[in-house]
């Protein structure tokens, strides 16, 4: 089972550039996120999505899009990388059941933006 | 604007002691509390999360005590292990926020072996 896997690991662009993140699950959960993880700041909730054609601004949406066209993919693009948007990223997917919740997060992306 | 209040940033414990870390939240709405724990190249994972008409849940060498009145939840970890050294998150989650949570700055703990 491979829970929520991440692509690339590892990326660095330029400014200006654009790329995507790509993120999938294979847990059939409805819910699924993207975050930020900068130094200091925690984690800082992107963009979510409720389920395939449905997705939604979190904290710190701005400079980025998604979509969500099946249950299991759910693709993080920015649209022109800003030195501002170095930073981890991680994509989750929600489990609800027995009474709570449980975020499952992927390995991360490492993105570097010069 | 800061949801959750997390404290301390960093924490060292000598093997066997008590890791003692804590959150505070303004938000009355938050109706979940969450802790998660992350190691390096890792993403998070949960570790234990408590709901607010309870005041301690307990897991393990993990236990979570919540202080309604106070607006405080904190994360013990009894006979702290050298295995324990990651960083732990605290989250909240608002009623009916169609599962948005909101994470704490972090703490990260080291355990001397």
């Known amino acids: 089972n491979a829970g929520v896997t991440q692509t690339p690991k590892f990326q660095v662009l330029k400014t200006g550039q654009s790329m995507t993140l790509q993120c999938a699950q294979d847990m059939n959960h409805e819910y699924m996120s993207w975050y930020r993880q900068d130094p200091g700041m925690g984690l800082r909730l992107i963009h979510y999505s409720v389920g395939a054609g449905i997705t939604d601004q979190g904290e710190v949406p701005n400079g980025y899009n998604v979509s969500r066209s099946t249950t299991e993919d759910f693709p993080l693009r920015l649209l022109s990388a800003a030195p501002s948007q170095t930073s981890v990223y991680f994509c989750a997917s929600t489990y609800l059941g027995g009474g709570y919740e449980k975020l499952f997060f992927g390995s991360g992306t490492q993105l570097s933006v010069l | 604007q800061q949801q959750v209040k997390q404290s301390p940033q960093s924490l060292i414990v000598q093997k066997g002691g008590i890791s003692i870390i804590n959150c505070a939240y303004e938000?009355?709405?938050?109706?979940?509390f969450p802790w998660y724990q992350q190691f390096p190249g890792k993403g998070p994972a949960l570790l234990i999360a408590i709901r607010p008409d309870v005041s301690e849940k307990k897991e393990g060498r993990f236990t979570i005590s919540f202080n309604k009145s106070a607006k405080q939840f904190s994360l013990h970890i009894m006979d702290s292990q050298p295995g324990d050294s990651a960083t732990y998150f605290c989250?909240?989650?608002?009623?009916?926020?169609?599962?948005?949570?909101?994470f704490g700055s972090g703490t990260q703990l080291t355990v001397l072996p």
């Open positions: 989250a909240v989650r608002i009623s009916g926020s169609a599962r948005q949570l909101t």
């Open positions: 938000n009355t709405a938050f109706d979940y």
